[in-house]
């Protein structure tokens, strides 16, 4: 079946250090899109990547989505403590059916 | 608060007994989702309407799960004859249009713990 994996599990940064989590597929994705969620709290969208090889920036956040529509990254620059949770990437195998989460990363930032 | 709404956000039951859930997305979306999450873990997609209708269900939800949306506005969820392995949290999430490339919007969730 799909699987999206996510790399890695978890990861502790020193603040104003950068972070790269990144999302791999084992079929071909229709979408991706990111979710953060606060340790117990609900996924909250940051961004949706739609064409191959995209790049969006949302001030230090960056996403890319892979030529081949199957993995994807989320680079955070200069991380702060408010950029503690886990993200998650997401998104609709070819026939948009379903919808699949990634297995997520888990980012702590240590003041 | 997204404006979704779940009810409850608690709930602990014994072994065997039938619990459900209720969801009350954001007014007009047309896409409803429900998820399971366990700690650690992201959420597993489990089903969604578009309106009223259910368009796909996962292969993983077992027999004894069921879930509604009979006006298109609120849904519920039944989880019959519970286990244990059915602890977990249940997110319901929504979404805008019919395409299904939109933001979801998340509710608190349901904590489903099963004695």
């Known amino acids: 079946g799909q699987q999206v994996m996510q790399i890695p599990q978890y990861q502790h940064v020193q603040e104003g250090e950068d972070f790269t989590t990144y999302c791999n597929s084992s079929?071909?994705?229709?979408?991706i899109q990111w979710y953060k969620q606060r340790p117990g709290g609900h996924p909250v969208f940051l961004i949706q990547l739609v064409k191959s090889g995209e790049v969006k920036k949302q001030k230090r956040l960056t996403f890319q989505f892979g030529e081949a529509k199957k993995n994807s990254s989320l680079h955070i620059t200069a991380t702060q403590t408010t950029d503690v949770g886990t993200y998650f990437c997401a998104g609709h195998n070819n026939t948009g059916n379903q919808f699949y989460f990634g297995t997520g990363t888990s980012l702590t930032v240590i003041p | 608060d997204t404006g979704v709404s779940q009810d409850p956000r608690h709930k602990i039951t014994k072994r065997g007994q039938n619990v459900t859930f209720r969801c009350d997305p954001i007014s007009e979306h047309n896409r409803l989702y429900w998820y399971r999450q366990t700690l650690g873990q992201g959420p597993e997609f489990l089903t969604y309407f578009q309106n009223e209708a259910q368009l796909e269900k996962s292969r993983l939800l077992s027999d004894r799960f069921s879930a509604e949306r009979p006006k298109g506005s609120f849904s519920t969820l039944e989880i019959q004859r519970t286990e244990q392995g059915d602890s977990a949290m249940y997110l319901c999430?929504?979404?805008?249009?019919?395409?299904?490339?939109?933001?979801?919007?998340f509710g608190p969730g349901t904590r489903l713990t099963v004695l």
């Open positions: 999430a929504s979404s805008v249009g019919t395409s299904g490339y939109n933001e979801q919007f």
């Open positions: 079929t071909t994705l229709s979408n």
